[in-house]
Each structure stands twice: as structure tokens, then as C-alpha cells.
């Protein structure tokens, strides 16, 4: 069976984030850093575990908060200067697009 693209493009943005976080000042490393991976670790977990869910829409709707939290860490990246202007733009980039992805699958779900 073929991996669905919104798990790749979840990995894809923690292959990216991961290692973009572990650059941030020490000070930020330990709250803000820790905040992002976090919830970017988590959004991959509730992916799976909508694919393995009778019912995934609960579980796709807790990823689309999740979804959302990442968002804000990200914004507030950006605003702390934590992230360059470039480097922004690319994890919104990848960010939308998962967005639009788990929105096709929630509106799927519903049916």
C-alpha cells in the first residue's frame, strides 16, 4: 500500500523543523524550540492515528488544533527572529500544504 503524501509531508516538515530548532539561541532551546518540535511530533502522531481509527475525524480534527498551534510557534519564530524571513516562508510553505491536505481528508471523513 502507498504512504497517503500527508504523512510525507508531515516528515518532510519534521525533517526540516527538527534541525532548524536545534540552531536556536540556548536560552530559546529549551521553551520555544522544545514547543515546536513538540507539536510538530505530535501533529505526525495524530495522523497515524487517525489512519488506524474506525472514527478518524476526532483524531483529524485534534491534528487541525495541532495544526494550528504549530502555525502560532512558528509565527512567533519568525517574529522573535529565531527564523530568517526565508526560512519562514519555506515552513509555511510546507505547513499549508499539509494543512490543505488534512482538509481534504477531514472533508472525506465526513461523508
Partial sequence: MKESPIFTRTYDLLRWLI??????????????AEAVQRTGLR???QLIEAAHAPQPL???????????KLRMYLRLCRDL?????????????????VGRL??????????
Fill in 19 to 32: 534541525p532548524a530548532t536545534v540552531k536556536f539561541p540556548r536560552q530559546q532551546r529549551f521553551v520555544l
Fill in 43 to 45: 501533529l505526525q502522531e
Fill in 58 to 68: 476526532p483524531a483529524l480534527q485534534q491534528a487541525d488544533v495541532t495544526l494550528t
Fill in 81 to 97: 527572529e529565531l527564523l530568517s524571513l526565508g526560512q519562514y516562508a519555506h515552513v509555511a510553505r510546507l505547513v499549508n500544504e
Fill in 102 to 111: 488534512l482538509g481534504g481528508w477531514q472533508k472525506s471523513a465526513k461523508v
